[in-house]
């Protein structure tokens, strides 16, 4: 089974990927090929629907810290959603991604992310 | 029960050893959660022993890698074999998970991940050979019960 990557429209610096099958080392590099482009100054939030996604191995662990990274150096998040068993084991395993950014539904994050656009417009106006 | 699966060291096949394995465990009533830590443990394992195990520290070529398979109680037992350079997957330092993301290697997890879910790890270097041997704790009739 392979990797299925499908790259929804982005919206206000926020860029959802939907996920499907196997992140492992015969598929990492397609994933970071489509992330590479997406992963600029302009992207705050990459969000990663993992709900279709069945297994994670630490090559697709790496992947993800290769995202984590490009964007952490401007302040940008990736944020996970309904991550299934196997891949919620592995996260915990090696802290992957922080707690409160992992999420039990697309509506949650997008939650999330409307709240940290709204501080940061807050922080605009206050400057 | 015991299989014996042998693989040329290269990434291509990796898929087909995990696909046979699959097949057996499933058909001895071995359950996702448990297949899906093989799956992993066999991965990890396989691509570093391919990335490093030459016997110049580079890649292994066309050596093999075998796994036996046993299942007594409720113990799941695999038993890795490669003729590689020699190299103990259990000796690696562990990862800083605390670390901020921008300080951590992307990564050297894979051979933490092992040790994590695995109930009990033990390596051998004899004849040559590399032998690793895994267990997995398997939920038997009685435990679920």
Do not use: W
């Not at chain 1, 940008?76 to 409160?100: E, R, S, T």
């Not at chain 2, 014996?4 to 359950?31: F, M, Q, Y």
């Amino acid at each position: 089974m392979s990797l299925h990557i499908e790259i929804l429209p982005a919206a206000n610096g926020s860029q959802r990927v939907v996920l499907t099958g196997r992140l492992d080392t015969h598929t990492y590099e397609d994933l970071d090929e489509k992330l590479a482009p997406l992963l600029n100054k302009n992207l705050q939030s990459l969000v990663l629907d993992l709900a279709a996604l069945e297994y994670i191995s630490s090559a697709g662990i790496r992947s993800i810290f290769k995202a984590r990274k490009a964007l952490g150096g401007h302040g940008g998040k990736v944020l996970v959603v309904n991550p299934q068993a196997q891949i919620q084991k592995v996260f915990d395993m090696v802290k992957a991604v922080p707690m409160n950014e992992i999420f039990s539904s697309t509506a949650e994050a997008d939650a999330y992310l409307f709240a940290m656009q709204r501080k940061v417009l807050q922080g605009d106006e206050e400057d | 029960m015991l299989i014996r699966l042998i693989v040329p060291g290269e990434h291509a096949r990796v898929e087909d050893l995990n696909t046979s394995l699959e097949a057996v465990l499933t058909r001895h009533g071995i359950d996702a959660g448990v297949r899906g830590d093989v799956r992993l443990i066999v991965e990890e394992l396989a691509s570093n022993a391919i990335a490093y195990g030459g016997v110049d520290g580079n890649g292994m070529g066309q050596h093999e890698l075998s796994v036996n398979i046993a299942i007594a109680g409720d113990l799941l037992t695999l038993e890795f074999r490669d003729e590689g350079a020699p190299f103990d997957p259990l000796s690696t330092a562990p990862p800083n998970l605390e670390a901020d993301i921008m300080d951590r290697p992307i990564g050297g997890l894979g051979l933490y991940l092992i040790r994590q879910i695995a109930e009990e790890t033990h390596y051998r270097r004899i004849d040559d050979a590399n032998l690793l041997r895994v267990c997995l704790r398997i939920a038997t009739p009685e435990t679920l019960s």
